[in-house]
């Protein structure tokens, strides 16, 4: 008979106390998590660190004495902790996310929406699933180069059919991540050439974040990352981005392809779903595809990497060594739709190869 796993240790720090009840509230909902301590500030917080180290810690900006930015770099700097960065859905400013990221931040999730109707059918257990996964983050390895049913992409598309779509000269690439993922796609995207293959991307993040993280790529890459929109064109030396709490399927208008931003369910508890999109590559593309999937808790991805599998697209899968949380890639091999398994690094040189034979 296995152990008992005990709950994952979380220390709240955010200097509005509503905010800290509502996190404490939403994060003790969940047998996985037990929240250990809550703070009103960084000074507060490192002193209850020095007397228990948590298994992941929820951090504010915004905050009295010393922000989170500030009190993140220096944690990471002396005693490393996951952290997700808690931040307001509402004008999300984009240096912000990228000094977050930048300094070590695992994840980030919107603040509670206090008062709004159905906040705990859908919030609740993707800020429970976000913590849960940092939780078991591995940080030595960010290198620097619902509580309702889960449902399946059947939610929102069709099965594809046993027919693959035959072969043609053009290729577009999807890639589906979650936990350690936007540095993940950082080093992925980064080594693509100007030319690259068109790339439609579902990194799971809070709506409205997703533009400032397409921005920062943007910034980075040779190739032009930007958020996706409805009836955007998968070109060549074009990354797109799918926008957080929309699913992002990719269309066909002859030899061409797009993409479509859509309203839907969460499935596999995540909108959008690396699934969702996934399925519809399996739909449109068959052949004419590659997908990656990459580090992420949970199995979002799995079905729709084999799926496109079955339809005659190449895949690829992030392997344990380099994933930040092994499980996405980990559920898609199991189920038979990784092709081929490989380390970060070697990724963005598998998928060119891919995608010219």
């Given amino acids: 008979m296995s152990p008992v796993r005990k709950p994952y240790k979380v220390l709240i720090v955010d200097d509005s106390a509503v905010v800290r009840q509502a996190m404490q509230t939403i994060?003790?909902?969940?047998?996985?998590?037990?929240?250990?301590?809550?703070a009103s500030d960084p000074f507060a917080a490192a002193e209850k660190i020095r007397k228990q180290v948590p298994d992941v810690i929820t951090l504010d900006v915004e905050m009295p004495r010393m922000d989170g930015i500030t009190f993140l770099r220096r944690l990471m700097a002396q005693r490393?902790?996951?952290v997700v960065m808690c931040s307001s859905?509402?004008?999300?400013?984009?240096?912000?996310l990228n000094l977050a990221l930048d300094a070590g931040a695992v994840d980030i999730v919107c603040k509670p929406e206090l008062g709004v109707k159905?906040?705990?059918?859908?919030?609740?257990?993707r800020i429970c699933d976000?913590?849960?996964?940092?939780?078991?983050?591995?940080?030595?390895?960010r290198t620097r180069l619902p509580v309702e049913k889960k449902l399946t992409a059947d939610a929102v598309l069709a099965a594809p059919t046993p027919q693959a779509m035959a072969r043609t000269t053009e290729k577009v690439v999807a890639i589906g991540a979650s936990t350690g993922g936007t540095?993940?796609?950082?080093?992925?995207l980064e080594q693509l050439p100007e030319n690259s293959p068109p790339v439609v991307v579902v990194q799971?993040?809070?709506e409205a974040f997703t533009s400032a993280f397409a921005r920062r790529l943007d910034s980075l890459c040779?190739?032009?990352?930007?958020e996706a929109q409805r009836g955007d064109r998968m070109l060549r030396g074009q990354v797109l981005i799918a926008p957080g709490n929309r699913h992002t399927i990719l269309t066909r208008s002859g030899a061409s392809y797009g993409v479509d931003v859509i309203e839907g369910p969460l499935v596999s508890r995540h909108r959008p779903s690396v699934d969702v999109l996934f399925r519809s590559v399996a739909r449109v593309a068959g052949k004419n595809a590659v997908g990656v999937i990459m580090t992420g808790m949970g199995d979002d991805g799995a079905r729709g990497l084999l799926e496109m599998r079955q339809a005659g697209a190449r895949t690829l899968g992030q392997d344990e060594a380099t994933s930040v949380v092994y499980g996405m890639p980990k559920e898609a091999h199991k189920m038979g739709g990784v092709e081929e398994q490989l380390p970060l690094d070697k990724i963005t040189a598998a998928v060119i190869r891919m995608s010219v034979n």
């Fill in 204 to 206: 799971h993040m809070p």
């Fill in 27 to 38: 994060l003790e909902s969940d047998p996985d998590l037990e929240v250990i301590g809550i």
């Fill in 183 to 188: 540095e993940a796609l950082r080093i992925v």
């Fill in 222 to 226: 040779r190739v032009t990352v930007k």
């Fill in 130 to 141: 976000t913590v849960k996964a940092a939780a078991q983050a591995r940080l030595s390895l």
């Fill in 89 to 96: 859905l509402v004008s999300p400013n984009s240096e912000t």
């Fill in 118 to 125: 159905g906040f705990f059918e859908e919030s609740c257990t």
């Fill in 80 to 82: 490393p902790v996951p």
